[in-house]
């Protein structure tokens, strides 16, 4: 286990109910990230991916095993992190300036300055909104604006604060094709700029390998990784990237890995 | 389309007017004493000829009904938000309040006169006992149906739980909040009018129950008459509010036009 990984998960085990019904969710996870890592993580459904992400965040503590994020151990829900879910999850009563602004509200020290210093905090929200193209939409509602706005404006939420690490819970999942490939640049782009640590998430193979510097695979329950792939193809990788023989390979020899998963 | 609007509006009136043309004629068609049904054009002249004692006691009911409610939404939404918050008051405090919603209120008002004597006082806690629980009800439902997944996403950001409360919780709850004051204030009316009934010297119930001793039947008709058109005018000024208040919950519905 590298010492200076940004998150190290060390013999990590998640179980729900009790004795009988007791359901083993993840085994014996090993994980290390380092700073300004993006690491995806993809596998079988019902692997317990999810569980990862509040395992990682503390939401939910352990049964087994240590986790440490920035060298601290985890023991409950850590502060200032962003998380995007599948679903939007934004306010319908707010503006989407309003909506991304949120954590400025939360996350010390800036909950103490927003009031004094609003007029800053509000040109840090437009400027990020206009990076991901809803500089006309600040002040539309969630519901006026289109799927694929909506998870720009979640991503814009996830990061404005300039957390250290980001989760990512299938972000992407519930948009047509055409809109994810769209929003995998974007996040591209946002990681490029900010460099944060991420984890992402997926069943989306394609969407790993694009993003990911480093693709885990997990085992079906309870879930374990057995297999890593680094992908080094240079940034920025672009839509053409994919269609590369490199790329097209690296996604082969993960859908084998979950195809073996499956049949077990 | 503007036209279209227009007769949307007017339709509740006509339909109105149609109700009571159709109960006039039919008391003239087939004879119907006074003191059984009244014709309405009856009822609206005893109205006119009573104006200054309804007036009076109008004033009386509505005075009960607005303070018993405010103190409802005042009650039910501190209740609401707690048990909505809390696991602990929710399971130690709804089997409570169910009993309490169960209580016919007419059976209460014996005992409250036994405590604070007959008139304005049992009429506010009579409104107020009936009102309050359909506001903790949707309040507290409000607070419960919030997504896991915002919940995650303010506490990964470090919200405690006032923050997550009053960020989410509270602005969440009122369309639910302003749904159940509709309900409310006709349920505030039912009971100050109830407890004037039985206990009080004033208000429309005293009214309507001692024209009633006197076969005055007009006059209870034309007491009934002024409660529905109360009912209706303070339910209209609630759905304004409500209006106001959640323009964001009622995004596209004919409602918000």
């Not at chain 1, 007791?22 to 459904?45: C, H, Q």
């Not at chain 2, 399971?91 to 008139?119: C, D, E, Q, R």
């Not at chain 2, 960020?167 to 004051?181: D, E, H, N, Q």
Request: hydrophobic share 45%.
């Amino acid at each position: 286990m590298a010492d200076n990984a940004f998150v190290d998960l060390h013999n990590v085990s998640l179980a729900y109910g009790e004795d009988e019904e007791r359901i083993l969710a993840v085994e014996n996870l090993n994980l290390a990230i380092e700073k300004g890592d993006f690491v995806a993580v993809v596998g079988p459904s019902g692997c317990g991916k999810s569980s990862l992400m509040k395992l990682v965040t503390g939401l939910l503590p352990p049964t087994g095993g240590t986790i440490f994020v920035d060298g601290r151990q985890v023991t409950g829900p850590i502060e200032g992190v962003g998380m995007a879910f599948q679903s939007s999850t934004l306010m319908p009563w707010r503006t989407t300036l309003d909506n991304i602004m949120l954590p400025f509200e939360i996350v010390k020290p800036h909950k103490h300055r927003l009031r004094t210093n609003r007029s800053e905090y509000v040109a840090a929200g437009e400027r990020i909104l206009q990076s991901v193209g809803l500089g006309n939409f600040t002040h539309k509602y969630p519901w006026q604006l289109s799927g694929g706005m909506q998870q720009r404006a979640n991503l814009c939420r996830a990061l404005i604060h300039e957390p250290q690490l980001l989760m990512l819970d299938e972000p992407f999942g519930a948009l047509d094709a055409f809109t994810r490939e769209e929003l995998w640049s974007v996040m591209q782009n946002l990681w490029l700029e900010k460099r944060f640590t991420a984890v992402l998430v997926t069943h989306d193979l394609r969407e790993a390998a694009y993003l990911s510097d480093t693709v885990h695979v997990m085992s079906k329950r309870p879930g374990q990784f057995i297999f890593s792939k680094k992908i080094d193809i240079p940034r920025p990788r672009t839509l053409e990237t994919t269609f590369t023989p490199q790329f097209i390979d690296i996604v082969h020899s993960l859908r084998e890995k979950i195809s073996n998963e499956h049949e077990l | 389309m503007k036209r279209k609007k227009q007769l949307q509006s007017l339709v509740p009136w006509l339909v109105t007017l149609a109700l009571f043309l159709f109960w006039e004629l039919t008391c003239w068609l087939f004879k119907v004493p006074p003191f059984v049904l009244p014709r309405p054009s009856l009822i609206f002249t005893t109205m006119y000829q009573f104006r200054g004692q309804i007036w009076f006691h109008s004033l009386q009911t509505l005075f009960t009904t607005i303070i018993g409610f405010g103190l409802a939404v005042g009650g039910g939404l501190l209740i609401g938000l707690a048990v909505g918050a809390s696991r602990i008051v929710y399971t130690s405090l709804y089997p409570l309040l169910i009993g309490f919603n169960s209580i016919p209120k007419v059976a209460l008002v014996p005992v409250i006169v036994i405590w604070f004597g007959i008139g304005t006082i049992p009429a506010i806690i009579t409104a107020f006992s009936i009102a309050f629980f359909p506001i903790a009800v949707n309040v507290a439902t409000g607070l419960a149906t919030i997504e896991p997944e915002m919940r995650d996403v303010l506490r990964s950001l470090g919200a405690s739980r006032y923050e997550i409360l009053t960020k989410v919780g509270i602005p969440r709850s009122t369309p639910y909040l302003f749904a159940s004051l509709k309900i409310a204030i006709t349920l505030s009316f039912i009971g100050s009018v109830i407890s004037e009934t039985v206990a009080s010297n004033q208000g429309i119930g005293y009214l309507m129950l001692s024209a009633s001793s006197r076969f005055e039947v007009p006059l209870v008709f034309a007491g009934l008459l002024v409660v529905g058109a109360m009912g209706i005018a303070m339910y209209a000024i609630c759905v304004l509010f409500e209006q106001r208040m959640t323009k964001w919950a009622f995004r596209g519905s004919e409602l918000s036009a």
